[in-house]
C-alpha cells in the first residue's frame, strides 16, 4: 500500500497567518487526497487533486502536486484559531488509502 | 451528509476478553475500512472490505478479525484483546473507485487492562 509523509511533523503559526504542509510519496498515483483531524476525532476529507492537475483551491486551502517530485503541498492561507488539527495526506492509487503521522498544526489566536 | 457511526466512543475491557466494534454507515457505500491510530505511530490499516461477505487484511492484521454480513456493518473482532490493542480504532467507508473520498466514523478509544 502507499503511504505519504507529512512534514513537517508539527507547526505553530500566529492566527492570520498562511500555514504550509508538505506531503512526499514513493509509487505513481491517480491522485492524493488530504485529510484534517481534529483532537480526538475521525478524519475528514479536505480536497483531492487528480494526477493531471498541478493545483487546485477551495476556499482558503489551496493544494499543488509535482508528480515529477512525488510532492504536494497544502496552503491554508489567514488562518484561523478554528484550523488547529492535525492534517494528512493520502496518495491514492489502486490500494486502500493508508496515512501517515500527519502534520499537527496549532494556530495562536 | 453521509454518517458513519461506531458504537462506543470510549470502550474499556480486560486482557483475554472478546471485544467486538461495531460501525455502521448508512449511505450504501461499498468499501468499509477499520484503522487503528496510536501517537507517533499515524493511522495504520487493519481490514477493508470492498463488499459484503469479502474482506483483506491490510498492514497490521494480526490479533484481529473482522465480519461483513450486511453492507452497511462492518465489525472488527479482538478474539482475545491484549494491552498492546490498547488504541484509538477509527472506521471508514467510501463508494467503490479511486477518486472517492473516505468518510470516517468518530472512533472508538479502546483501552485494555
Known amino acids: 500500500s502507499q503511504q505519504g509523509e507529512e512534514d513537517p511533523q508539527a507547526l505553530s503559526i500566529q492566527e492570520g497567518e498562511n500555514a504550509t504542509m508538505n506531503c512526499s510519496y514513493k509509487?505513481?498515483?491517480?491522485?492524493l487526497q488530504w485529510y484534517r483531524q481534529n483532537s480526538g476525532r475521525g478524519l475528514v476529507h479536505l480536497i483531492l487533486?487528480?494526477?493531471?492537475?498541478r493545483e487546485k483551491h477551495s476556499g482558503r486551502l489551496r493544494v499543488t502536486l509535482d508528480t515529477s517530485k512525488k510532492s504536494s503541498s497544502l496552503l491554508i492561507t489567514a488562518s484561523r484559531a478554528a484550523d488547529t488539527a492535525s492534517y494528512f495526506c493520502?496518495?491514492?492509487?489502486?490500494?486502500?488509502?493508508?496515512f501517515g503521522k500527519g502534520t499537527r498544526l496549532s494556530v495562536i489566536a | 451528509d453521509v454518517k458513519v457511526t461506531q458504537s462506543s466512543r470510549y470502550l474499556v475491557k480486560r486482557t483475554g476478553e472478546k471485544v467486538f466494534l461495531e460501525c455502521v454507515q448508512d449511505?450504501?457505500?461499498?468499501?468499509m475500512f477499520w484503522y487503528r491510530q496510536d501517537p507517533g505511530l499515524g493511522l495504520r490499516l487493519i481490514y477493508f472490505?470492498?463488499?459484503?461477505?469479502?474482506?483483506e487484511k491490510g498492514d497490521i492484521p494480526e490479533g484481529y478479525s473482522v465480519s461483513r454480513e450486511k453492507k452497511e456493518r462492518f465489525s472488527l473482532i479482538l478474539e482475545s484483546a491484549s494491552t498492546n490493542q490498547t488504541s484509538m480504532y477509527l472506521c471508514?467507508?467510501?463508494?467503490?473507485?479511486?477518486?472517492?473520498?473516505?468518510?470516517f466514523g468518530s472512533g472508538t478509544q479502546l483501552s485494555v487492562l
Open positions: 509509487t505513481s498515483i491517480n491522485n
Open positions: 493520502a496518495p491514492s492509487g489502486n490500494t486502500p488509502l493508508v
Open positions: 487533486i487528480r494526477s493531471n492537475e
Open positions: 472490505s470492498y463488499d459484503v461477505k469479502m474482506k
Open positions: 449511505m450504501d457505500h461499498e468499501n
Open positions: 471508514a467507508s467510501r463508494n467503490g473507485g479511486l477518486e472517492e473520498k473516505l468518510f
